[in-house]
């Protein structure tokens, strides 16, 4: 049987061949333009050779008019010269031609022959002179310090020239004289400059060795310094450089590509869509009864190699695909629970559609009229130490699971995770239930809890429950106020609470809003917030004075003082626990609302002044960790080092301070520090002895570092925190 797709997924296959065969022209393309465009190149620079060689005809002509030896030397490459090439000998010999022959040309403006010896000058369209009478006797006589071969573009008469350079030397390596043959530069440059895109350049040489080079682009001189003016020249060569630009070569190469590569794309695109409505045109000709013999083949294998276990087969698979069918739906149905369930939860009333489903899925009727919600908010702590991911994830499974196992006379509607990593529960029971038996429910899946739980003593909870909820408006009101209530009321009594009502508003003591404050100043050391917190309650007072919010002041403040204590480690010091307890007995016996509050800021000044960063308890499981404290404890005084104690567990210092870290949060340096400020504490509280002679007591080297920690950790010097504590009553 042939699906209908079918003919579609040719066509996108046939595209893609289409597209691929296109990518491999191009690239095929890419290198014959390539090629082409290198060629032309080529011819190019074989034109600009040829033209550059015929500037300098006339120099040819003439020197080998007076039987002077002449080298052509044609290559072509990324680089390309067109040298002349003159023997240094009998450059007088023949001058009276030379003379006749340079008239005739428009690159050179003159050639000079200087005689040293006999001071005359033989200059071509001029005739013959005595060097004091020539007027570029100045320039001549300046060539006598010279013994090298060289270019100079310069000025004579007015006139911009370019001066090519050559002397004669005798056996005896006297200068005999000077051949000068000056170019017209403005006439050189505008002959060169035809050569479209191309540089070029004129070079002297001494036999293979380039010693000069004048570039009127750059318009510079670059002269070979390894040059040994004591050698004797061989060769005067006049050379052309003629070399192509890449990036130029490289710009017209892909604009040429990209021109015509647009042209093959069209070609492409034409072909493929004459051969797809030709190809469409057949099959739709040839459709029908190709389909009817695909149709009648199928029908004749079926009927001749079909069997029992084929019917089998096909059975289970549909039974199969049937409840991957079911689960998928029932897993989209979950999720929907869920979303509808955190909507309500957190005030968001669903929408008609979503209402209707939510009612069918827990068989609601009649708009919750016939039907109670219980709300549960759990929350999950460590009784021992804080709870590892590993035990929150085990408690929130437990807790689901649990409360999913519903009784037939109540059903659970779908536990979820809030925003604070805790539980939030919505159950559904009729109103014909009894209070009693709710709670008696709601106590079952308690106890399933602990009993679940006992495994690991470490995870601990808490369950707050609102009872009798009539309608889907007050299930938000409900959550909250069960998350208010979780921490003041099951925290600080230990026990979980099942509430038939909803609690008036007015009542609430702390919101958990408040809580989280409360906790977050106690971890960060900072009480700020809690002091304007509790100045906030008192000022509620001083404009009511109602005995309500005086109760709700100093119960605020005793709240807070637990949760602030129940976050910190403090010293062990007897003293400091009593006068702690001193200043919580005040609050409690306190009929004045201003020294409640006082008294409060000076609880929570007294705790952050004495807090000391013990290692918790949770982190001694390690005997290398047992025995460092041990050790540590002993030999605090000694000035030890983390080498020392590590060197006695007969552990790499390395792994010790990192399983250290890993364990406590803290280094090793950082553990014996504390220490020491914790003895130095106890020392300040119960002697009188000197800052000085504390610091040696407990392990420093001098009184600066002791003081310099301590200010660090308190906010004070050690002689300030004497000074107080003193005062304090």
């Not at 120099?59 to 002349?84: A, C, G, H, Y």
């Not at 003629?242 to 093959?264: A, N, P």
């Not at 209530?485 to 919101?511: A, C, G, M, P, Q």
């Not at 590590?646 to 010790?656: E, I, M, T």
């Amino acid at each position: 049987m042939i699906k209908q797709g079918s003919f579609r997924d040719f066509i996108i296959q046939y595209l893609k061949v289409t597209v691929l065969v296109y990518v491999a022209f191009s690239i095929l393309f890419f290198s014959f333009v390539y090629l082409t465009q290198n060629k032309q190149e080529q011819e190019k620079l074989d034109l600009c050779l040829a033209s550059s060689a015929s500037y300098l005809e006339s120099i040819s002509n003439i020197l080998s008019s007076v039987n002077l030896t002449l080298l052509s030397d044609k290559s072509i490459s990324q680089i390309m010269n067109s040298p002349f090439t003159v023997d240094r000998y009998e450059y007088v010999r023949g001058m009276q031609t030379i003379n006749s022959q340079a008239g005739s040309s428009d690159v050179i403006s003159s050639i000079y022959i200087y005689q040293k010896r006999s001071g005359e000058v033989l200059a071509t369209k001029e005739g013959k002179y005595l060097i004091d009478s020539f007027h570029d006797q100045e320039f001549l006589r300046e060539l006598e310090v010279i013994s090298s071969t060289f270019i100079i573009p310069r000025v004579s008469n007015g006139k911009s020239i370019i001066t090519l350079v050559s002397p004669w030397i005798l056996s005896s390596y006297d200068i005999k004289g000077y051949i000068c043959i000056n170019l017209d530069a403005i006439e050189l440059n505008k002959r060169l400059s035809q050569i479209m895109g191309k540089k070029y350049s004129l070079q002297a040489t001494t036999g293979e060795q380039v010693f000069l080079t004048y570039n009127p682009s750059g318009n510079n001189l670059d002269v070979n310094k390894n040059f040994s003016r004591s050698k004797n020249l061989e060769h005067f060569n006049i050379s052309i450089s003629v070399m192509r630009e890449k990036s130029k070569f490289y710009q017209q190469l892909l604009v040429t590509f990209l021109r015509d590569s647009i042209f093959l794309l069209l070609f492409v695109v034409l072909v493929s869509l004459v051969f797809y409505l030709l190809l469409r045109s057949l099959v739709k000709a040839f459709r029908p009864l190709v389909y009817k013999l695909a149709t009648l083949y199928r029908e004749k294998e079926r009927h001749m190699g079909y069997t029992i276990n084929d019917l089998r087969n096909d059975f289970n698979q549909l039974i199969t695909d049937r409840q991957v069918l079911f689960d998928s739906v029932d897993r989209m149905k979950w999720i929907a629970k869920r979303k509808i369930v955190t909507d309500l939860l957190y005030g968001t009333i669903p929408d008609k559609k979503e209402f209707q489903f939510f009612c069918n899925s827990f068989d609601i009727l009649n708009q919750t009229l016939q039907n109670f919600f219980a709300i549960s908010y759990i929350s999950l702590y460590g009784k021992e130490s804080i709870l590892s991911t590993e035990d929150k994830v085990l408690g929130e499974v437990v807790i689901q699971d649990i409360f999913m196992d519903g009784n037939p006379k109540e059903v659970t509607i779908c536990p979820v995770l809030d925003n604070d990593g805790n539980i939030g529960v919505l159950l559904n029971y009729q109103k014909s239930m009894p209070q009693y038996e709710i709670e008696a429910l709601i106590k079952t899946k308690i106890e399933k809890i602990e009993q679940a739980l006992k495994a690991n003593p470490n995870i601990g909870f808490f369950v707050c429950t609102i009872n009798s909820v009539d309608s889907i408006e007050k299930i938000h009101l409900a959550y909250s106020q069960a998350k208010d209530n979780l921490i003041y009321r099951n925290v600080f009594l230990n026990r979980n609470h099942i509430f038939d009502t909803l609690d008036d508003e007015s009542l609430k003591l702390l919101s958990y809003a408040d809580m989280q404050m409360m906790i977050s100043a106690a971890n960060s050391d900072d009480f700020n917030a809690v002091h304007q917190y509790i100045k906030s309650l008192e000022e509620d007072y001083k404009k009511n004075k109602n005995q309500e919010e005086f109760y709700k002041l100093k119960l605020s403040a005793l709240i807070a003082a637990s949760i602030i204590l129940g976050q910190t480690y403090l010293s062990n010091n007897l003293d400091i626990q009593k006068k702690i307890l001193d200043v919580l007995k005040q609050i409690v016996s306190s009929e004045d609302n201003k020294k409640i509050a006082n008294d409060f800021i000076k609880l929570t000044n007294l705790i952050s002044r004495q807090r000391i960063f013990r290692m918790p308890e949770g982190a001694m499981g390690s005997d290398y960790l047992q025995q460092l404290v041990s050790f540590v404890e002993v030999n605090y005084d000694k000035g030890i080092t983390v080498a020392e104690v590590a060197n006695y567990l007969n552990l790499n210092p390395k792994y010790l301070a990192r399983l250290f870290k890993q364990e406590t949060g803290q280094t090793i340096s950082e553990y014996i520090s504390r220490l020491r400020i914790e003895k130095g504490l106890s020392l300040l509280n119960q002697t009188d002895l000197s800052i000085q002679e504390i610091s040696s007591q407990i392990g420093f080297s001098d009184s600066r570092s002791f003081i310099r920690l301590f200010k660090k950790t308190f906010d004070m010097t050690p002689g300030e925190y004497r000074k107080e504590i003193n005062t304090t009553p």
